[in-house]
């Protein structure tokens, strides 16, 4: 089955289905192995009752004129007879080899549109000539201009390219990559119902470029360990494969000149025009040699960047220069780079071409690596290299975790187990506590997080031991161990809560408490006060906890220099989560954002995310969590981290449950695949998303069961933060039914909690909590709802506000007060429609109309043609705020608040800020 291709299947079959009263053309353009040849033939299956001329452009007959157009009319040369005299004579001149003068072309292609059109006579015709860009010129030119003249004929041609040739006039279609969806599928297809495991499809995936005939390769020459994600699968496709040697053929034919440049350019991965011109002149030749790979699309090159559209393309090229060759243009590379600003690059290029250990070189590269901002992949090759030439195993050692490091920021966390798998046995404390570290970090993000939790725990006690140990040979290098020692148990917290084992976290803060020191630098301070802050919020001690992660926040916001980094930041603002300063925790995240993708560290990206879109669930912005969600889920599926695409799965099914988007809440459910765990935190806001649907469906009991056993915060087992975040919804689904100690105690959790911020919202849902549990009818309820109400901050999270605006205005109506209850009914409606939760507004209704009052359907107004964020940002303004208020007061950057205005212009149709004003009036 044709997988990604419903569109030009589709315009195939407009394009026969026309045939009877009338031709057509269609050019097909797309990469080696995008599956141009496949469509020809799924024409050719679909042409029944069709005459088939088939030809290929053939790259050994591009010096012969007319020689595609000879082998595809020779089946209907019969016909020719049927010309006038003078464009017969033309034809068979130049189909037997005797070309065409200039003047004559158009006669001969006159010719050529006449012969199809006489062999069209008797049932409809179908021409395909594929790679028509590969053959002669001649018959290209031919072909494209019967292809702008059939309309009034029963004939259709159908082309194939892989270079984008000028040919105008012509319907055309694009082949893009597959998308992700579409590489499994065709994965699923090679494999026999029997497709890699999920982290194994994302990785092969990202390696094919979503090039069907590369995922085809890829898929053939994977081993049974590399299927089942127990190995690191290939980066690239295999060089003798299909597509590579298809590549290779035309590598072949290129001009010496322009494969000696390619090579150039294929050694140098940064791509700098700048660098392959100077390195193609001192090889005595210039850039433009490169014209004819270009033409072939095997590279494109503009003012800016020299690309390789297929990243095998940069294999094959290498691959093909004999060993000598390489070497010689490695080392003109470095000779024609500036040794103080790309130290990094020629370092990178002098060791290629090193022969055995080389110390000296082995230091530079070294040091090049640590200067350079956004290093990555580049780094992590220059370590890997230099501890190759490095005659000290320890050493080596060193350098090769330092290499697996950059591999993992990078985000390719299999390159990472690899290099660490090159590891000796015997180690030093150091190098093993490291490689434990990364290790650890890894089994989190992409494994199994209890096993994570083990080696996270060894990896700390043997760096404590090596800090304690060197203490008195220099306080800098013991500092820099503890402080390691604490981001392994900061790392150990993070795999205990993932896997609901929160009760190991006391055991990770007694750790903690040993390496903390009265002096310690800012950084250091902040992950001990951060793990100290945490386990008194676990244990539900408070007043503890508070000064401890408060202190977490402040320092965050004060890092600077080498302290301030991704990991820094997210520790800051999951204290500023757990202490509900949505703002702090916010801009805290959002910094870590920034600064992940500033310095190319993109395995922090998808935590960085997670605690993003948490806080901007708290702060009422469920569009702006979901955005951040879905660009989390992304990357994580990017860079292998299945455990946290599992969160972000399960963070955009809850805010779709929430907004009563029942399809998507399940396929997000349906996405996390196989159980992460009984207690993971994935499926734990799973059965959060599913509770929800509960209650949206009028199922209380079954809601309330399944948010009772998120966790047990009595033990410590389960997910207790989740269920902390869930208890509103648990208070309501227990509010329906006879059975509420288990709300309760929840809520008492909650309760011990929310008193401890400074918050209005997290009160205001503990009084709204009170007054569901309360006794229906009673003067308590109607109080703790109005307290709610009271404490709702009016700037933020106008979808709880409204919820508890509903919930008094139910229980209002249930006490039959139902003029009283009909004002907060309406504000409910209100708000629910404006905020587009259909569902919920519907709900509204259904109360209001039960209240005694008829209500329509709701009137369409410019502000329901909005997004909750955008309709938030449209009444700020209405009210006079600048931008850079607006995005101040909503944590946005005022770029953003600048697109989410141009959109609300857009839509509204409208002009200025006064004509905004008077549409919201």
Known sequence: MLRGRAEERAAIRRLLGDLPTGGGALLIEGEPGSGRSTLVDYAHRHAAGCTVLAGTGLPEEAGLPYAGLQRLLDPVLDRAGALPEQQRRVLLRALAGGGCPAHRCLALSLAVLGLLAAAARDRPLLCTMDDVDRGDQPTADALAFVARRLHRSRVAVLLTTAADVPLGGIAR?????????????????????????????????????????????????????????????????????????????????????????????????????????????????????????????????????????????????????????????????????????????????????????????????????????????????????????????????ARLVAAARYAWSAGRGHRARLLLGELPAALDATVAGRAGLLRGELELRTGRPRAALTTLLAAADTLAATGRARSG??????????????????????????????????????????????????????????VAGTAATLRGDHEQAGPALRRTVVLGGQLAGAALTPAALTCAAAAGLLVAVDGAAHRLAERAVELARERGEVSALPRALELRAAAEYWLGRHHAAADSSREGLRIARETGQENWAGVHLGMLAVLAAVRADRDTALRRIREMGEDPGAH??????????????????????????????????????????????????????????????????????????????????????????????????????????????????????????????????????????????????????????????????????????????????????????????????????????????????????????????????????????????????
């Not at 499994?184 to 390696?207: E, Y």
């Not at 790392?491 to 006391?506: I, L, M």
């Open 173 to 397: 279609h694009r082949l893009r990559p597959l998308d992700d969806r579409d590489s499994v599928a065709l994965l699923v297809d090679r494999s026999a119902g029997r497709p890699p495991a999920p982290p194994v499809a994302a990785a092969l995936g990202a390696a094919a470029g979503g090039n069907p005939q590369a995922l085809v390769d890829l898929a053939d020459v994977l081993t049974p360990g590399q299927c089942r994600g127990e190995e690191p699968v290939p980066e690239t496709p295999p060089p003798d494969g299909r597509l590579g040697r298809a590549y290779r053929a035309r590598l072949d034919r290129l001009p010496a000149d322009t494969r000696h440049v390619l090579l150039l350019a294929a050694l140098d991965e940064d791509g700098e025009p700048g660098t392959l011109v100077r390195a193609a002149r001192v090889a005595g030749t210039a850039v433009e040699a490169l014209a004819p790979a270009e033409l072939a699309g095997l590279v494109r090159v503009d003012s800016r960047r020299v690309t390789f559209p297929q990243p095998l393309v940069r294999t094959v090229v290498r691959a093909a220069a004999p060993l000598a060759e390489r070497r010689a243009a490695h080392l003109l590379l470095a000779g024609v780079l500036d040794g103080t600003r790309h130290r990094l690059r020629r370092a990178g290029h002098l060791a290629a071409a090193a022969q055995g250990p080389d110390p000296a070189l082995a230091d530079e590269l070294e040091r090049a690596a640590a200067e350079c901002e956004r290093a990555g992949a580049a780094a992590s090759a220059a370590l890997h290299r230099a501890a190759e030439l490095t005659d000290d195993p320890p050493r080596a050692a």
């Open 473 to 530: 040979t220099g306080a800098e290098v013991a500092d820099a161990d503890r402080a390691l020692a604490l981001g392994a148990l900061v790392r150990a917290g993070e795999a205990a809560c993932f896997a609901g084992d929160q009760y190991r976290y006391a055991e990770i803060a007694r750790r903690a408490e040993l390496l903390r020191r009265p002096d310690d630098p800012p950084a250091t301070e902040l992950l001990s006060a951060y």
């Open 680 to 921: 993971s935190r994935p499926r734990a806001l799973a059965q959060w998303a599913l509770a929800v649907l509960d209650l949206v469906d009028s199922r209380p009991t079954a809601a309330a069961a399944r948010l009772a056993a998120l966790a047990c915060p009595g033990t410590g087992r389960g997910q207790v933060l989740v269920l902390v975040m869930a208890t509103p919804y648990l208070a309501e689904a227990a509010a329906a039914v006879a059975d509420r100690p288990a709300a309760g105690a929840a809520l008492a959790v909650f309760d011990r909690w929310a008193s401890s911020t400074a918050s209005p919202s997290r009160r205001a849902l503990s009084a709204r909590c009170h007054g569901l549990l309360a006794p229906r009818g009673s003067a308590e309820a109607e109080r703790e709802f109005r307290t709610a109400l009271r404490l709702h901050p009016t700037d933020a999270d106008e979808f709880e506000r409204a919820r508890t605006e509903l919930l008094l205005g139910r229980e209002l109506r249930r006490s039959r007060r139902p003029r009283a209850a009909r004002e907060h009914l309406h504000a409910a409606r209100e708000a629910f429609t404006l905020l587009g939760a259909a569902t919920w507004a519907e709900q509204a209704t259904t109360e209001l109309r039960a209240a005694g009052e008829s209500v329509g359907p709701p009137e369409e107004s410019a502000a329901r043609l909005l997004t909750g964020q955008q309709l938030r940002i449209a009444r700020l303004v209405a009210e006079g705020a600048t931008n850079r208020e607006i995005a101040a007061r909503m944590f946005l950057s005022t770029r953003t608040v600048d697109h989410h205005l141009r959109n609300i212009f857009h839509r509204l149709n409208i002009r200025s800020r006064t004509e905004l004003a008077r549409a919201l009036s």
